[in-house]
């Protein structure tokens, strides 16, 4: 029997969150109302082209044999190919995978990326399985997705509970379905791999880079001063510490973190470096000395000036909004925001900076490892970092334009710019046959 969800305070299901989907859909319609979208291209973006479901056996070290259920969506590829994470998680679902892969399609849209959008994962606890279980697991997903994976059809990338390892299993089990002929050319099947199997520098940091970018052009635009400043963490993954890291190098304080374990504040801050090692000793930040526990409902309520929710999807509920007192919430995560907890903390006047908008660093670098797989290079990190400020700091200054002509929200004009570059493109092609 899977282990329930732990959700930071309490127990509860992903299914008693609310359909990701749904949700999803509510934030994608506003936008396509803004821009009167053409009914037939909303129409063909309403659903995902292609949703794959594989049950396959795995061998346990036991002996015995365990079926386990996989996930392929493949939301649209009118801009290139499908692109995506694979979680590894025990409630992963179809209606969050088809969620999740949606976001990708309008994120690649909005950054001008030539990808579209997939998502895809296993209904799997990874900690209930040994290294040796989870590579086999891996790899006899990817035999059992086969053909509907490829560096120029299908891109997967890491996500919750996956990383560089996962992907070179990946990458390694694809190369040898394809022939020994072809194996040094598909290395670009997947991103996020390590460096030495042909991933690139900069990819484990890009999106807590990307983040720490949006917080930057929002600070200078708002002429706030970041040195001093109060900041609050929600996850302490990859994404979360990378963020916690950089922000305290510009002089951020990080006051309150919390993850599936508990949450912990100090108003004299919390050193990342140090709650970093911790959690990758423990796998949470609970029992770190260098700050007190504290209640989830507590953590919400912090003194703070900067929120980064960096778990999973729908954790920022109405309660929690009506806590906050921060003036900018920057989503680490995809989809940690309900749109009525969003309306609440825009009438408080908190800046809400969307996932697809800030989060976006991990896609935008696995876009140049893709690139560099393609023509058989490697960049320098100093490259790899250079190009993604640039490429960050561009569409967060055509989302501000977009805000202050429109007089529309952040998300809302995220979404309004990628959905008018897929509407370009689906009038210019039109639809075959």
């Known amino acids: 029997m899977p282990l329930p969800t732990v959700k930071e305070g ?8 609310g359909n990701l989907f749904e949700i999803a859909t509510r934030q994608i319609d506003k936008a396509m109302k803004l821009i009167n979208i053409d009914p037939d291209v909303a129409q063909i973006l309403a659903q995902p082209k292609n949703e794959l479901i594989v049950n396959f056996p795995v061998r346990m070290d036991n002996g015995k044999f365990v079926m386990f259920k996989g996930y392929r969506v493949q939301h649209n590829n009118i801009l290139g190919p499908y692109k995506g994470g694979m979680r590894y998680h025990q409630e992963a679902n179809l209606d969050e ?43 006899r997903f990817t035999a059992a997705l086969g053909s509907n994976i490829g560096p120029e059809y299908d891109i997967p990338a890491p996500d919750v509970n996956t990383n560089s390892q996962t992907m070179v299993w990946m990458m390694d089990t694809y190369m040898n379905i394809v022939g020994t002929g072809d194996r040094n050319t598909v290395r670009g099947v997947v991103t ?30 708002r002429n706030f001063n970041l040195d001093g400043c109060h900041v609050i963490i929600q996850g302490f993954g990859n994404v979360g510490s990378y963020a916690a890291r950089l922000l305290s190098q510009k002089g951020a304080v990080i006051v309150g973190v919390g993850d599936a374990g508990g949450y912990i504040a100090n108003s004299e801050g919390i050193n990342p470096h140090k709650l970093g090692e911790h959690v990758h000793k423990t796998g949470s930040v ?54 009525e907890a969003e309306d609440i903390l825009i009438g408080k006047g908190i800046d809400v900076i969307p996932d697809i908008l800030c989060n976006s660093g991990g896609v935008i670098v696995s876009y140049y490892e893709w690139l560099q797989n393609k023509r058989a290079e490697q960049w320098e990190l100093d490259d790899v970092l250079d190009r993604l400020e640039r490429r960050m700091k561009q569409t967060w200054a055509t989302v501000r334009h977009y805000v202050t002509v429109n007089k529309t929200d952040w998300r809302t004009a995220s979404y309004a710019i990628g959905l008018e570059r897929l509407q370009h493109c689906y009038r210019e092609r039109g639809i075959f046959p």
């Open 10 to 17: 309490g127990v509860t299901s992903l299914k008693e969150r």
């Open 97 to 139: 995978m088809k969620a999740l892969a949606s976001w990708m399609t309008y994120k690649s849209a909005l950054h001008e990326i030539p990808f579209g959008g997939g998502k895809g994962g296993i209904k799997v606890d990874p900690r209930q399985h040994s290294k040796a279980e989870l590579e086999r697991i891996t790899r």
């Open 192 to 221: 996020g791999k390590s460096v030495t199997s042909g991933g690139s520098h900069g990819r484990a940091e890009a999106t807590g880079q990307g983040v720490v970018h949006c917080i930057t052009e929002w600070a200078r635009d």
């Open 286 to 339: 609970a029992g770190y000395k260098g700050a007190q526990k504290i209640e989830r409902a507590d953590f919400f309520g912090l003194d703070a000036h900067i929120f980064v929710p960096a778990a999973l999807e729908l954790e920022l509920g109405v309660p929690e909004a009506k806590a906050l007192k921060v003036k900018m919430v920057v989503e680490g995560a995809n989809g940690p925001t309900y749109p």
